[in-house]
């Protein structure tokens, strides 16, 4: 008597109620930002004159990048060194088995809450203020981020280590210092650096962006040009940033798979 | 070393999990310097329970376990750092960084030894290094002072973990399971090895067994636990497998034995 249960039927109202739900959802949307279908083709042919202007890339503006993309690269470097060493200690106060009681661990945790809360773009805009425009206050502001980044993934690495090896730590007398160096972080380190890679990734890419509001780097050199019409030579940054990011990720991606 | 030091004793101890669970029962026990005690039970008896509270890994309800006249303290802190310094653990799956080189591993428990600077800078002393050396000396392996824990097999990660519980000069060893996760053969050699260490050196030591022929053999002083009650104590030459059976609560089985050659 083994036979299988007939496929059950297809709940119709829920499915039709699911469709209409999100219908309406857009419509409303679509409605509150004033978007219309009509309007959108109507502007099209303004869309296909910024096109045209785009192409092709002017590629004798490719040398000029050579320096704000290298001060991106520095940015991105900066800001991964000083956030990774600095969420080490954030990541392990966050982390349930490792903390040093509970109101510690309720005060980090709030604390990496905040960080990650807040955009890297408001960060750059607050550190542009305090210290400046330029690359300086794009380094700060994606400490600050890389911070959030690796502290929030490794502190929940951390949770899940093996807990015999800082047990056997503290048996033989260690303080609690030694238990995290000696027992914890060694069980860590390959998500660490995993981690670490990642927000570089992050960092290169957020980096350009961050030049956008006046922190540094090819984000800066973008917005120029862009202020300017200058599409074809914003068609070659685009070019240069994505064949950057491409190569970053590979390499970034292929150390770490190695690691695993 | 340590003359006339690693005394154990327990005073009216108990010990209640937070679940309910009893793990000590009302344990009045002594142990001298330099004895080497064996404690069996099935699990869940106790036995690791024992041991924890002598390190203060586990905290007492209440009652009071003292080292050398001195009570185990029951909350972290720089006494309780100072006793842990002079009592080795050994654990059942070894519990070593694979990571690491077998040389790191037994430096750390030479933890408690050194400033923290130098231990966090991994500078350690001369003198530390050197007896860190010695310990894996005598259990046999400084050749395998610069490979990688991870690479070494169970046998020879057990060793590192006796070495690195010799590394701390220890008055007393504690052994919770040392020989669980290892094969017989190998089983015999760990033994053989806390014999040797305990009467070369003169560490009181304690260790948890649940092969029954294993404690008759190796033991000197068997304790018997059943439900953290302490059921029997005396010498290992005298137990019966009646004495056993008040143990286990049960006919054992071949289950409770190493070498079935030894039962029947």
Same mark, same amino acid.
């Given at each position: 008597?083994?036979?299988?249960?007939?496929?059950?039927?297809r709940n119709w109202p829920l499915l039709i109620g699911t469709i209409a739900f999100l219908v309406?959802?857009?419509?409303?949307?679509?409605?509150?930002?004033?978007?219309?279908?009509?309007?959108?083709?109507?502007?099209?042919?303004?869309?296909?004159?910024?096109?045209?202007?785009?192409?092709?890339?002017?590629?004798?503006?490719?040398?000029?990048?050579?320096?704000p993309f290298l001060e991106t690269i520095y940015i991105a470097i900066i800001g991964t060194v000083?956030?990774?060493?600095?969420?080490?200690?954030?990541?392990?106060?966050?982390?349930?088995?490792?903390?040093?009681?509970?109101?510690?661990?309720?005060?980090?945790?709030?604390?990496?809450?905040?960080?990650?809360?807040?955009?890297?773009?408001?960060?750059?805009?607050?550190?542009?203020?305090?210290?400046?425009?330029?690359?300086?206050?794009?380094?700060?502001?994606?400490?600050?981020?890389?911070?959030?980044?690796?502290?929030?993934?490794?502190?929940?690495?951390?949770?899940?280590?093996?807990?015999?090896?800082?047990?056997?730590?503290?048996?033989?007398?260690?303080?609690?210092?030694?238990?995290?160096?000696?027992?914890?972080?060694?069980?860590?380190?390959?998500?660490?650096?995993?981690?670490?890679?990642?927000?570089?990734?992050?960092?290169?890419?957020?980096?350009?962006?961050?030049?956008?509001?006046?922190?540094?780097?090819?984000?800066?050199?973008?917005?120029?040009?862009?202020?300017?019409?200058?599409?074809?030579?914003?068609?070659?940054?685009?070019?240069?940033?994505?064949?950057?990011?491409?190569?970053?990720?590979?390499?970034?991606?292929?150390?770490?798979?190695?690691?695993? | 070393?340590?003359?006339?030091?690693?005394?154990?004793?327990?005073?009216?101890?108990?010990?209640? !999990?937070?679940?309910?669970?009893?793990?000590?029962?009302?344990?009045?026990?002594?142990?001298?310097?330099?004895?080497?005690?064996?404690?069996?039970?099935?699990?869940?008896?106790?036995?690791?329970?024992?041991?924890?509270?002598?390190?203060?890994?586990?905290?007492?309800?209440?009652?009071?376990?003292?080292?050398?006249?001195?009570?185990?303290?029951?909350?972290?802190?720089?006494?309780?750092?100072?006793?842990?310094?002079?009592?080795?653990?050994?654990?059942?799956?070894?519990?070593?960084?694979?990571?690491?080189?077998?040389?790191?591993?037994?430096?750390i428990g030479r933890l408690a030894h050194v400033p923290g600077w130098r231990a966090m800078f991994?500078?350690?002393?001369?003198?530390?290094?050197?007896?860190?050396?010695?310990?894996?000396?005598?259990?046999?392996?400084?050749?395998?002072?610069?490979?990688?824990?991870?690479?070494?097999?169970?046998?020879?990660?057990?060793?590192?973990?006796?070495?690195?519980?010799?590394?701390?000069?220890?008055?007393?060893?504690?052994?919770?399971?040392?020989?669980?996760?290892? &094969?017989?053969?190998?089983?015999?050699?760990?033994?053989?090895?806390?014999?040797?260490?305990?009467?070369?050196?003169?560490?009181?030591?304690?260790?948890?067994?649940?092969?029954?022929?294993?404690?008759?053999? !190796?033991?000197?002083?068997?304790?018997?636990?059943?439900?953290?009650?302490?059921?029997?104590?005396?010498?290992?030459?005298?137990?019966?497998?009646?004495?056993?059976?008040?143990?286990?609560?049960?006919?054992?089985?071949?289950? &409770?034995?190493?070498?079935?050659?030894?039962?029947?």
């Amino acid at each position: 008597m083994n036979v299988a249960p007939p496929k059950p039927a297809r709940n119709w109202p829920l499915l039709i109620g699911t469709i209409a739900f999100l219908v309406g959802m857009t419509w409303w949307s679509g409605h509150g930002i004033g978007f219309s279908l009509t309007e959108l083709l109507c502007n099209l042919a303004g869309g296909q004159r910024l096109l045209q202007e785009s192409w092709p890339p002017d590629f004798a503006f490719l040398p000029r990048l050579y320096g704000p993309f290298l001060e991106t690269i520095y940015i991105a470097i900066i800001g991964t060194v000083v956030g990774g060493i600095l969420a080490i200690p954030v990541a392990v106060l966050a982390a349930r088995n490792l903390t040093l009681g509970r109101v510690v661990w309720f005060a980090d945790r709030n604390f990496m809450n905040i960080l990650r809360t807040l955009p890297d773009l408001f960060w750059a805009m607050m550190f542009a203020t305090a210290v400046g425009f330029g690359p300086v206050a794009g380094a700060l502001a994606l400490s600050v981020f890389t911070i959030a980044v690796i502290s929030k993934l490794w502190s929940e690495s951390l949770e899940a280590i093996d807990m015999g090896m800082p047990e056997a730590v503290r048996a033989a007398g260690g303080t609690w210092l030694q238990m995290i160096q000696f027992g914890a972080i060694p069980q860590g380190l390959q998500h660490y650096v995993s981690y670490a890679l990642y927000a570089f990734e992050l960092n290169v890419r957020a980096s350009m962006v961050l030049g956008l509001v006046g922190a540094g780097g090819i984000g800066m050199i973008l917005e120029t040009q862009r202020a300017n019409f200058e599409y074809e030579r914003v068609t070659m940054i685009i070019l240069a940033v994505l064949v950057a990011v491409l190569l970053i990720e590979q390499l970034s991606e292929s150390i770490r798979k190695r690691l695993a | 070393m340590n003359e006339n030091q690693g005394s154990i004793r327990f005073t009216d101890g108990n010990i209640v !999990y937070p679940n309910g669970t009893v793990g000590m029962k009302d344990l009045n026990l002594e142990i001298r310097p330099g004895e080497f005690v064996v404690i069996v039970g099935s699990s869940g008896a106790g036995k690791s329970t024992l041991l924890r509270a002598i390190n203060g890994l586990n905290r007492m309800t209440s009652g009071t376990v003292e080292v050398d006249g001195t009570k185990v303290p029951q909350k972290d802190g720089r006494e309780l750092r100072l006793l842990r310094k002079r009592v080795g653990m050994i654990f059942q799956d070894f519990r070593l960084v694979k990571r690491l080189t077998v040389m790191s591993n037994v430096l750390i428990g030479r933890l408690a030894h050194v400033p923290g600077w130098r231990a966090m800078f991994n500078l350690w002393p001369a003198h530390d290094r050197d007896v860190a050396m010695k310990a894996l000396e005598r259990v046999g392996i400084t050749e395998k002072a610069w490979v990688k824990a991870s690479q070494l097999s169970g046998g020879q990660q057990q060793r590192v973990g006796i070495a690195r519980a010799l590394a701390q000069e220890p008055a007393i060893i504690l052994a919770d399971e040392p020989v669980a996760s290892l &094969d017989p053969v190998t089983t015999h050699q760990i033994m053989k090895d806390l014999v040797r260490i305990n009467r070369e050196l003169g560490i009181t030591t304690l260790v948890n067994l649940h092969f029954l022929d294993l404690a008759k053999q !190796y033991g000197e002083r068997i304790i018997g636990l059943r439900f953290g009650e302490l059921v029997y104590d005396g010498s290992a030459a005298n137990v019966t497998d009646e004495d056993f059976r008040d143990i286990y609560g049960r006919d054992f089985t071949e289950d &409770d034995v190493l070498d079935e050659d030894v039962i029947g």
